[in-house]
Every structure is written in C-alpha cells, then in structure tokens.
C-alpha cells in the first residue's frame, strides 16, 4: 500500500501559466514533506520542502502547500519555464523516522 | 566539487553473477542510502547508513547487501542477481539523518539490467 501517492503520471503546461502538482499521503505520522526534481540521466534534486506546522513555504516562483486535515499537498510553479520540465517527486518523512517515503512522481512538460 | 558518484552508470548482467556498484561522496556526509527507482513505484529505500560500520535495512533489502567500513564510500552488493533486480539504483548521502535539516544528494543512478 502506497503511503504517499502522485495520482496524475503526467501534466502538460503552457509555457508562463501555473503548474499545479499533487500528493496525496495517508500516514498520519508523517510531519515533513519534500519535492525533489528529476532531469532524464540524472539523480533527483531538492526543490523545496515544508514542516507539518506551515501550511505554505515559498521559495521563488515555487510554493508547497500542506492541508494536513486533507493530507494533501501541492506544488505550485508561477511561471512555468521550459526548463521546469522534469519528473517531479515528493516524498514525506516522520521527525524520528531515518527513511524517505516517495510518491511515484508526476512527469512535467512545459510546452513553449 | 561536492558530488555523489556512482559506477558503474549502466550494466548488463546474467543471473547469478556477483556484482557490485559503488558509489562515493565528498561532502562528509554521514548518513548514506541506496535506493531503487521502478516504474509507478517511485524510489525505495533499499539500505541506509547512518554512519561507519551502522546499516539498516530499508523497504525492499532482500536479495542486497551493503558496507560501510569509510565514511565516504557506500557499496551495494548483489551476490545473486535475479531478474527482479533490474531497476534504476540511486545512491545518496545527507550530512546527518533528519530530512528535516539535511537535503539529500543524489548520485547520476546505475541502470541495471539482469538476463
């Protein structure tokens, strides 16, 4: 059983809109929670991450949302560029738990 | 430059020959992990070490080993391939074991593939 789930596999988005990505989780143990980014022949990469006491972080044009009562959270990218497109993962952890779980990743493509 | 290297990228293999792929960093890093990436499953831990001579078990360790006698050096040893063992692998290491304060950074990833 997943604990962390990406439903959506794939999302194409305009170039300059808003890029919206979504996790699901179903551990209630789980108080943080990170978006890593993924290029082709490469190892993923730390984006930005958020604690169970925030409900919003921001970082540039990358906002993670947190609806803990949901268990949810979401990725916005404003505006999207090409260079966005990647596989994007997000992944949760406990505060005394030393493993990553990780959603199955949704792969974005920016279209010009 | 701070990296995590892994070797080798890509190998082919037959079923049942020991292999091993290691994977290096130069950051000082003291926890290390192994991971497995398959298609809609995302990545699975496979090991983790917390520090020299300090290994646990992950989700999906069957069929795997690992070492860590150096801090910078992390092999993951398979002493019979199976089929089931083809997969993307990544290594990784974080200067200490809570994600909360230590970003992850991961190695390029080894494909392999197993006859």
């Known amino acids: 059983d997943q604990q962390v789930k990406q439903n959506s596999p794939s999302l194409s988005v305009q170039e300059g809109r808003i890029s919206i990505l979504n996790c699901d989780y179903t551990n209630s143990m789980f108080d943080y929670f990170l978006w890593y980014k993924k290029y082709p022949a490469e190892g993923p990469t730390f984006l930005i991450s958020i604690s169970s006491i925030k409900d919003k972080n921001e970082d540039g044009r990358f906002t993670v949302f947190l609806n803990k009562s949901a268990k949810h959270l979401s990725l916005h990218i404003v505006p999207s560029q090409p260079g966005d497109s990647a596989v994007y993962f997000c992944a949760a952890s406990g505060t005394y738990n030393y493993q990553l779980i990780w959603g199955a990743g949704t792969k974005l493509i920016i279209k010009p | 430059e701070a990296q995590v290297t892994q070797n080798p990228r890509y190998l082919i293999t037959v079923t049942g020959k020991k292999l091993t792929v290691t994977c290096s960093q130069n950051?000082?890093?003291?926890?290390m992990s192994w991971y497995r990436q398959d298609p809609g499953l995302g990545l699975r831990q496979i090991y983790y070490?917390?520090?020299?001579?300090?290994?646990d078990k992950g989700d999906v360790p069957e069929g795997y080993k690992v070492s860590r006698k150096e801090k910078r050096n992390f092999p993951l040893i398979l002493e019979s391939p199976s089929p089931n063992q083809t997969s993307l692998y990544f290594c990784a290491s974080s200067l200490s074991r809570g994600f909360s304060y230590n970003e992850q950074f991961f190695g390029p990833g080894t494909r392999l593939t197993v006859l």
């Open positions: 070490s917390m520090n020299v001579e300090v290994t």
């Open positions: 950051m000082n890093h003291e926890y």
